[in-house]
Every structure is written in C-alpha cells, then in structure tokens.
C-alpha cells in the first residue's frame, strides 16, 4: 500500500533523518527473509558468490542458493568480539564475488559497527564496484551515538547498498512479519539500476 510507503517515508524522515521517495525506494515485504529474498532472486545469477559473515541469522545461506548462488561463509570469532575483520574478508573474494551480507546488530552475538568501520566496507564496496546487503532489522534496539540506524548515514551507501528493515522486531510482532526495503535510486547492479 502506497500509505504504508508514505508512512515509512516520514518514519525514516524524521527518525532516522534519511528522505527516500515511496513510490520507488522503498518496498513492504513480508518481513526481511522475504526482502533478502527479493534482492538476490533480482541480482544473483548463477555461480555468483555472496560473502556471508557467521555466525549470522540462518536464513542468509538456504536463500543464496536457492537464487543459485554460492553461500561463502567468513567466520568471525569471539576474539574479535564478532566483528568482521578485513583479512578475513580479502581471502574470500573471488572474481565471482557479487555481495557481502552485513548483519548489524547481529543476530545472534548482538555485535554492532561503528560508523567509522562501517565507512570503510563501504568505501571498500563502492572501489570495487560490490554490493553490500544490509540486514539492520535490528536497528531499533540501537542506542550508542556511533552506531549508524542505517548504512545511509555513511557517505557513498546509496551507490553500493541495499538496506533490509523488520517491523517484526521493531515493534515485538514477530508472527505478524512486516518489513520493508530500501533501494536508493543511485545503486546500480552490474551497470543497471534494481
């Protein structure tokens, strides 16, 4: 419903302080499986590669590869309080490499990005022209001053990044499943706008 875009609109609007045009930006979905869903099923082809930083919510790898894909799972440990660190990633990446999933705050450690971090993995994105997924369904539960509500408050997001929202959390009505999506206009997938 075009309401419920408009609504979201003003929420991130005044909340979160991001503008996006309801009509094409932004799109509802049956909570943010779905919407991660919908993202790779319009960008992955098959052999495509998609780094996944584990542990992580479980549906992230069954949707790779039902898309075709190629789940290339990078471990992050206790050690490194469960951030990704970026050696961990360079040794993934193959030419086939279409997308990194960032799940933050992640479920299930609870582990957050900065934004400074999370400026270099976009800076890092949009110089090799990759895409970041960005699961935050989380988000709402954020209450430290450097952690971004949404990878668009960091320069350079909209032209490499796909941001992923739950209701379902948000407001505590996990059966009811309701989420939405996020494409900005300026992010282009091997040269075509999603």
Same mark, same amino acid.
């Given at each position: 419903?075009?309401?419920?875009?408009?609504e979201i609109s003003t929420y991130l609007k005044n909340f979160i302080r991001t503008e996006y045009d309801p009509e094409s930006e932004l799109i509802v979905t049956v909570g943010g499986s779905e919407a991660l869903d919908l993202a790779m099923r319009a960008m992955?082809?098959?052999?495509?590669?998609?780094?996944?930083?584990?542990?992580?919510?479980?549906?992230?790898?069954?949707?790779?590869?039902?898309c075709g894909g190629t789940p290339v799972p990078i471990v992050m440990t206790v050690e490194d309080k469960f951030k990704l660190r970026a050696d961990a990633l360079r040794e993934k990446?193959?030419?086939?490499?279409?997308?990194?999933?960032?799940?933050f705050p992640n479920n299930p450690t609870g582990a957050m990005v900065s934004k400074a971090e999370l400026q270099k993995w976009v800076d890092y994105a949009n110089e090799n022209g990759s895409v970041i997924l960005y699961d935050a369904? %989380?988000?709402a539960f954020i209450t430290?001053?450097?952690?971004?509500?949404?990878? %668009?408050?960091i320069e350079g997001a909209k032209?490499?990044?796909?941001?992923f929202k739950s209701f379902s959390k948000?407001?505590?009505?996990?059966?009811?499943?309701?989420?939405?999506t996020v494409v900005p206009h300026e992010l282009k997938v091997d040269g075509v706008e999603l």
């Open positions: 419903l075009i309401q419920l875009r408009k992955i082809q098959p052999g495509d590669e998609v780094l996944v930083p584990e542990p992580s919510f479980v549906c992230y790898s069954p949707i790779i590869t039902v990446i193959t030419p086939r490499t279409k997308a990194l999933i960032l799940p369904a %989380y988000e430290e001053d450097n952690v971004p509500h949404t990878i %668009y408050e032209t490499c990044a796909i941001e948000t407001a505590g009505f996990t059966g009811v499943r309701c989420g939405y």
